[in-house]
């Protein structure tokens, strides 16, 4: 089965209904300090999806700079520029250089 997803300017399709309604789609990101090795761990193929797409969007629409990062209140991990990231992950940040463009 094939899906077609389509990139909107203003990212109104980012997060995903289902991603924003069910907390248990999250990205977890780490380190690991002693070869460097960066680690995505998705609990699920839709936060997955929605983490890519959010990619996709940053360079159609020249986002230079993308933080991810974990926010928790009410001992609930909400949802930043278009991620859940769970309170164990470490933040995100994704740039790229338009040296060569």
Not at 1 to 27: C, G, Q, W
Not at 46 to 60: G, I, T, V
Request: aromatic residues 10%; without cysteine.
């Amino acid at each position: 089965m094939t899906k077609l997803f389509t990139i909107h300017e203003d990212a109104r399709n980012i997060p995903s209904d289902e991603v924003l309604n069910d907390d248990s789609h999250y990205l977890s990101a780490s380190v690991d300090a002693e070869n460097q090795d960066i680690y995505f761990d998705f609990s699920s193929p839709e936060a997955m999806r929605d983490f890519a797409l959010n990619l996709l969007h940053a360079s159609e629409y020249e986002s230079k700079t993308i933080e991810h990062y974990p926010l928790i209140s009410d001992s609930k991990n909400h949802i930043v520029n278009g991620v859940r990231l769970n309170n164990e992950s470490s933040r995100i940040f994704i740039s790229y250089s338009d040296e060569n463009i």
